[in-house]
């Protein structure tokens, strides 16, 4: 008996296309996640994968440092005698710059025997505000030295959100970050108000002391013009010395 030939019809041959894009798209998707919450950088053998260890990262929610350490391609996990030379700081804002606001972030392990991710060192705090921040790794592992300084960003990793715009129910009260922008503003006007009440004050006081010299220069001198007068009425009023008789002078003489 002849065999009869089985050929793929076109369906088939569409379904397996369609499973291998599928396959292949949801692949690169799941290789796109860790690149866009992270950002990766190298220094010589060393290798750091940055970001927040919670993502995405809201104001107010504790959250960590996250960096995620390999040497020639396999996870560091002995580094822990190391990290004192590493200085890792965490900056509000898009750039390092030791003039704004940041925060020194001592690193540590967060894996051990059967728990964590190998070589992730962490350092945990809880960022404030919403918005840009920048991370920065400076120092030295080894003989490596390290200069790095990573913002957020869609390249990078997220930046930190405002919890109100995603809370439900919607929060009507101000958030902790809000009522503290609030009283900085407060208390940098009443710091002003101050001030300058602080300085009228000291006006007020400077020609209250001015007019107190003055007059008391004024009381001095009315003092000496009224002795000066005093000694003039004196004078004035003094009987006048009697003149010599003329006649008592010759007279005496010529007795003599």
Request: proline letters at 7%; a positive charge.
């Amino acid at each position: 008996m002849r065999r009869l030939a089985i050929h793929p019809t076109l369906s088939s041959r569409l379904l397996r296309v369609a499973f291998v894009l599928g396959t292949a798209m949801l692949l690169a998707a799941l290789a796109a996640v860790p690149a866009s919450a992270h950002a990766e950088k190298t220094a010589g053998r060393y290798s750091f994968v940055v970001g927040f260890g919670t993502e995405p990262a809201y104001a107010g929610q504790p959250n960590s440092l996250q960096v995620i350490i390999s040497r020639d391609g396999k996870p560091a996990t002995d580094l822990a005698g190391q990290l004192d030379g590493l200085m890792a700081h965490a900056y509000y804002g898009s750039k390092a710059d030791l003039k704004l606001e940041n925060a020194m972030m001592p690193l540590e392990p967060h894996f051990g025997d059967g728990w964590g991710t190998p070589g992730d060192y962490r350092s945990f705090f809880v960022p404030t505000q919403p918005g840009a921040y920048t991370f920065s790794l400076k120092g030295k592992l080894g003989s490596q030295k390290v200069n790095l300084a990573i913002p957020s960003g869609p390249e990078t990793f997220g930046d930190v959100n405002d919890p109100a715009k995603t809370a439900l129910p919607a929060v009507k009260d101000p958030t902790t970050g809000q009522l503290a922008q609030r009283l900085d503003r407060e208390a940098t006007r009443v710091n002003g108000t101050i001030a300058v009440a602080a300085a009228a004050q000291r006006d007020a006081e400077d020609a209250a002391g001015q007019a107190r010299m003055l007059a008391l220069g004024g009381l001095l001198i009315g003092g000496v013009g009224l002795v000066l007068g005093g000694l003039a009425l004196a004078r004035s009023r003094r009987p006048a010395a009697p003149a010599a008789r003329p006649d008592v002078a010759l007279t005496g003489a010529g007795k003599v």
